[in-house]
């Protein structure tokens, strides 16, 4: 027999137990989107929670991880481990090494646990279940719509309403600051600034880059405005084939919605936003709902490297943050549950559960109101209780 005391059963920060009804309120929620994406040909992969670091953290979307990931020896190989901090570098191995061969596009789903080094204001929970899809050797704007149209379908398939698609280029600042060839400390003092949205913070800079960078700033908000503001910018001609497809983006994902008769979306644009997408070279975006207390999940386009020869192929998927959703869900109906006496024959339980009732099997001294029973069996017939 185990005997805790108060301060042996305290977790570390960022840990928590999923007690009832939220543990199954999650359980229901991942059956849903796995049948979701399921029903648009996405193939369900399980990595493990554990892989050497050397693949772990491979170029792309590992790299970016590595200061999130837990480390171990392995005590067989003696070689570096990582847990795993987010699936979707395990999703890029997987393709490039185990399905290397499969036809592309290749469609990858999945639903594990993660498990990070540290949290953050927006992620409280270091231990958190990630759910989502990956689209994979396809990079025509026709896969970048899919992987959005995905992720708003799959919130709404858990009946989320008032959702906002915030697309991103997360290479833009980047890339204005290597045109403008800024120093080191320059370029520390703008990704400050664009963080914290403050155009006063740039204006040490020399005019070229600073009036790139303010314009940006300003262009944060509904995705037609924000274009608008784009377009009329005097950007360096190379950034331009991102802002035309972010535009193209826009202009299809808002006809398929239409055609979807999907109305509470909004699409919002914010240029300057890179923190989170550092392994992303394309157009990508952050999931939001008016009820939910912070980001639902993000997605967009990346490299996957392959193997020895370095050779290249695109990508574009999006990740749900479940501990966020529990959260936004609307709240679910408790299940109506049967208190079935200890006299009744295991037989008649067995009908009973065939039935679709949840029974509970009484001991002789129940409590049936204590034990959330919403119904009882008494002399052959169902009856509510209360």
């Not at 005590?75 to 987010?86: A, E, I, K, Q």
């Not at 185990?98 to 231990?127: G, V």
């Not at 999907?262 to 394309?282: L, S």
Request: some cysteine; aromatic content about 6%; overall charge negative.
């Amino acid at each position: 027999m185990n005997s805790f005391d108060h301060f042996s059963v305290l977790l570390p920060n960022g840990f928590e137990d999923l007690l009832p009804p939220d543990a199954e309120q999650e359980a229901r929620a991942i059956t849903i989107l796995m049948d979701h994406f399921a029903g648009h040909g996405y193939r369900r992969v399980k990595p493990p929670l554990v892989e050497f670091e050397d693949s772990l953290l491979a170029p792309g979307p590992g790299a970016a991880l590595a200061s999130e990931t837990f480390r171990l020896m392995d005590p067989v190989s003696h070689r570096m481990m990582g847990v795993r901090s987010d699936i979707t570098a395990q999703i890029a191995r997987i393709a490039s090494s185990r399905l290397f061969s499969e036809p592309r596009p290749l469609r990858l789903a999945y639903a594990n646990d993660i498990l990070r080094t540290r949290a953050s204001q927006q992620r409280t929970q270091r231990q958190f279940c990630q759910v989502g899809c990956e689209l994979i050797g396809h990079d025509d704007l026709l896969a970048d719509i899919e992987i959005c149209l995905m992720a708003v379908s799959a919130l709404k398939a858990l009946g989320l309403a008032d959702i906002t698609l915030d697309l991103t280029l997360p290479r833009l600042t980047n890339e204005i600051m290597k045109l403008y060839n800024l120093s080191d400390a320059a370029r520390t003092q703008v990704r400050a600034a664009l963080e914290k949205r403050e155009q006063d913070s740039l204006d040490a800079l020399d005019p070229a880059p600073r009036e790139s960078l303010k314009a940006l700033l300003s262009a944060c908000g509904p995705a037609d405005t924000a274009l608008d503001q784009l377009a009329r910018m005097d950007l360096p001609a190379e950034l331009r084939p991102d802002i035309d497809r972010l535009a193209a983006t826009c202009t299809a994902l808002s006809k398929a919605l239409d055609e979807l008769g999907i109305t509470d979306i909004r699409i919002t644009i914010d240029p300057v936003e890179n923190k989170g997408f550092e392994y992303h070279a394309g157009t990508a975006f952050a999931l939001f709902a008016k009820k939910a207390r912070a980001e639902l999940g993000r997605g967009g386009r990346y490299d996957i490297v392959c193997g020895q020869s370095g050779d290249r192929q695109s990508a574009t998927g999006f990740t749900l943050y479940m501990d966020t959703l529990r959260g936004a869900m609307p709240a679910s109906k408790p299940a109506d549950t049967l208190f079935v006496p200890s006299t009744e024959s295991w037989a008649t339980i067995k009908t009973l559960r065939d039935d679709g009732w949840r029974v509970i099997h009484g001991t002789g001294q129940d409590d049936r109101e204590r034990l959330q029973c919403t119904h009882e069996l008494l002399n052959g017939q169902i009856h509510p209780i209360g």
